[in-house]
Structures are given as structure tokens and as C-alpha cells.
């Protein structure tokens, strides 16, 4: 007699809103867990409607798709100013009526520092199912806080079964809080690898397209900065730093708007011609062909908050090595200095700029870009998909039985 097949695990997942990281995640796992049958229930439509992003200056919405392919739904949001920057943002009364009329079997929170965020967390403890967390902070660059910032937050962090690590900097984090050895599994940051494949041939055309129209020779090595241009992910340091060492052969590449901007282009007016060029915002299907423009991807930021920096798997997977500091998250797993990227330490007023000198110096070693872009390649390969699931899936074999 044949045994009765298990139904499908239903974990229900909570998230502000769609994202470019997370909805092929959520697609990919539908594709291929079938054992796992989960739903997305989104706290805002950012990203997927226009919307002004006030970091980046503009309106806009992603060119991908982020809807199809998974089950979601969206919860209406009544906060007179919606968004993620304070904790009434997300404000979704109707969130907990709709997880009890879906009746999951657990709980993933991505986050926990808005007010539906806790609903959802006093939902879940008072109907018995267990909750998992998913976050990338760390303490890289402020040390451990205080007991009157810990205590706090260890409370917190009592109320769940299981946590999802991003990687090495995250999972101290949670360790320095008392989370037990136990309740972490690694569960790895990825994007999604098949968009960001060096040999598609649309990607090609498009990087030659863009190198011609940017007067780039064939040899001219590029350094790229990609993202907002915000004081804390230091632009103005960046072109600084390339304008110091600054080798024969070789531009700045800054892609991105913010408020940080009008000061690049003063300073980029003093540049030798050709040397720097400011592009606007790249949407998500640009992006790949920016990457491939590249010799170094630089995301030099000294603030608090960068923690993780997910362009960087984007630039690794096209073979783009990165250069970081010490205070970006991913920098303990992916970036090993000299190997898959370069680091500078943030504490050094000159770190950036020597750090920027070494790596075109390995460049220019005879087969140092080969080198480097295999280097990049094999570490990121362990940051996809599959790896996720499998921490995922981990978690929620470990999770106390209802």
C-alpha cells in the first residue's frame, strides 16, 4: 500500500513589498519545493505602481516583473504616509485576518521595526505557530551595543523558533544577542543568477553599445559605482580616490541619482575629459550591461546601514570583482581581499584611494582580470537560490511541531 503523500508545508511570509531579490526567490521555490507551499503577503506596493523614492530623487518603477510566478496577495496599507522609514509605514489592519483565513503552518517575518510587523508577531505567539526571522544587520564598524540597546532586542528575538542567516556578519550579529546556536541556519543573501549570466548575448551588445556611446577604448579599465548617492555610501570619496591614482587607460564610471550628485558633477568637471562619467539611474534591466562595463564594482560606503550589499552578487556572478570596506556586510563572505575583490579599512582616511591603487595594480598583472573575474565567479556560485531554499528548508524541519 502506497503511503499518503505529506501535504505541502504553508508558511506564510511577511514583507513590505516586492523587491528584485525576493520575488525570484519566492518563484524559484515554488518551482521547485514542492513540498512547500508558501505566500506572500505584501504590506506595500512600492516598486510596482510608481512611486517617488525621495533617496533617489525621482518616480519610477521596476522594469522586471516581481508579481508572477508565486502566491501573494497585497494587504491594504491606511498609513497616511506609507513607506519603510518610520514604524507607522506599514499599517495594514486587515494583515492578521488575512494570514487566520489562510491558516499557515508558520510565520516568516523579514524585518520586525514597523507596526504591522508586531501584529503579526502577537498573531503568531497567540495562535500557537512558531515564527521565523529574516534581517542582515550586523555591528560591523560600531561593536556590540549596550545593555539598554540589547536587552531589548534579545526579548525580541526570544519570541522566534528559527533564524535565517545571511551570511557571517548577520549570523554574530544574532549570536551577540543570545540567539542560541540552534536557531540559526544559513540561509545565504542570493539574486537571481540566470539574469545576471556574462555569455547572454543581448548583455554583449548591449555593454559594446554603451562603451562606444561613453567613448571607452577597448582597453580602458573601469572602475563603477552603481546606486544612490547618498553621503554614507561615500560617491565623493570614490571619485576623490580615482582622481588620486588615477592610472593611464582607465574611468570612473558613476551610475545612480541622489542628493550627492551635484557636488559629482563639480568635481567631475574638473576631471580630465573622459575620465569620469556621471549616467542616471539604470533600471533593473540595464543593470547587467553596466556590470560587464566594469573591471571593479565599488561600493565603498562607511556608514552603518549598508548590511549587505546585494550588487555586489550581481557584479560577482558577471565576473566583476568588487572593491569594498570593512563595514559593508557581504565583505566577510564574499570580498577576500586580493582574491575575489579588495578591501580598505574604514577607519584610514587614505584607505580607498591605496586600496583603489592596488587593485588596478593586480589588474594589470599579466592575467591578474582573468583571474580575478574567475575568482569572483566561484565564490559567488555557493549565493544562490538553492542554497537559500536549503537553510530555509532546515529551519522549518527544525521548527517545534504545532
Known amino acids: 500500500m502506497t503511503a499518503p503523500v505529506p501535504a505541502p508545508h504553508r508558511l506564510g511570509v511577511v514583507l513590505s513589498h516586492p523587491t528584485q531579490y525576493y520575488s525570484p526567490w519566492f518563484r524559484w521555490v ?8 508558501l505566500r506572500v503577503f505584501y504590506l506595500w506596493d512600492f516598486g510596482v505602481v510608481p512611486t517617488r523614492d525621495p533617496q533617489f530623487g525621482r518616480t519610477f518603477v521596476w522594469d522586471i516583473d516581481l508579481r508572477s510566478g508565486y502566491e501573494h496577495e497585497f494587504v491594504p496599507n491606511t498609513a497616511a504616509d506609507p513607506g519603510t522609514h518610520r514604524f507607522g509605514g506599514l499599517r495594514n489592519p486587515e494583515l492578521t485576518a ?16 514597523w507596526d504591522s510587523h508586531l501584529r503579526a508577531i502577537l498573531w503568531a505567539r497567540r495562535t500557537g505557530r512558531p515564527l521565523l526571522f529574516r534581517g542582515d544587520s550586523h555591528f560591523l564598524g560600531r561593536g556590540r551595543p549596550g545593555p539598554l540597546r540589547r536587552w531589548p532586542l534579545a526579548l ?9 542567516c545571511v551570511g557571517r556578519a548577520n549570523r554574530a550579529y544574532f549570536t551577540a544577542l543570545g540567539v542560541p546556536e540552534n536557531r540559526l541556519f544559513h540561509a545565504p543573501h542570493a539574486v537571481d543568477a540566470a539574469r545576471f549570466d556574462p555569455a547572454e548575448p543581448e548583455y554583449l551588445v548591449q555593454t559594446a553599445a554603451l562603451r562606444h556611446a561613453l567613448g571607452l577604448a577597448a582597453g580602458t579599465r573601469v572602475v563603477l559605482f552603481a546606486g544612490k548617492l547618498l553621503p554614507a555610501k561615500q560617491p565623493r570619496e570614490l571619485l576623490a580616490a580615482y582622481l588620486a591614482v588615477r592610472p593611464p587607460d582607465s574611468a570612473l564610471v558613476i551610475v545612480g541619482d541622489g542628493p550627492e550628485r551635484p557636488a559629482l558633477e563639480a568635481t567631475a568637471r574638473t576631471a580630465p575629459p573622459g575620465a569620469v562619467h556621471l549616467l ?43 572593491l569594498v570596506s570593512d563595514r559593508v556586510g557581504c565583505q566577510q563572505d564574499l570580498v577576500e581581499d586580493d582574491v575575489t575583490g579588495w578591501v580598505f579599512p574604514s577607519a584610514q582616511t587614505d584607505g580607498l584611494a591605496a586600496a583603489l591603487a592596488r587593485a588596478f595594480a593586480a589588474l594589470a598583472a599579466p592575467g591578474g582580470r582573468d583571474r580575478f573575474r574567475a575568482a569572483a565567479r566561484a565564490r559567488v556560485a555557493g549565493y544562490t537560490y538553492a542554497q537559500t531554499t536549503a537553510g530555509l528548508a532546515a529551519a522549518l524541519a527544525a521548527l517545534p511541531r504545532r
Open 30 to 37: 515554488r518551482e521547485h519545493r514542492p513540498d512547500l507551499a
Open 98 to 113: 488575512r494570514l487566520a483565513a489562510w491558516r499557515p503552518d508558520s510565520l516568516l517575518l523579514f524585518g520586525y521595526n
Open 156 to 164: 525580541l528575538y526570544r519570541q522566534f523558533a528559527a533564524f535565517l
Open 280 to 322: 542616471p539611474f539604470a533600471n533593473q534591466s540595464e543593470m547587467p550591461a553596466r556590470y560587464l562595463l566594469a573591471d571593479i564594482f565599488a561600493l565603498p560606503s562607511r556608514g552603518l546601514y549598508e548590511t549587505w550589499g546585494l550588487a555586489v552578487n550581481e557584479a560577482m556572478h558577471l565576473g566583476t570583482p568588487a
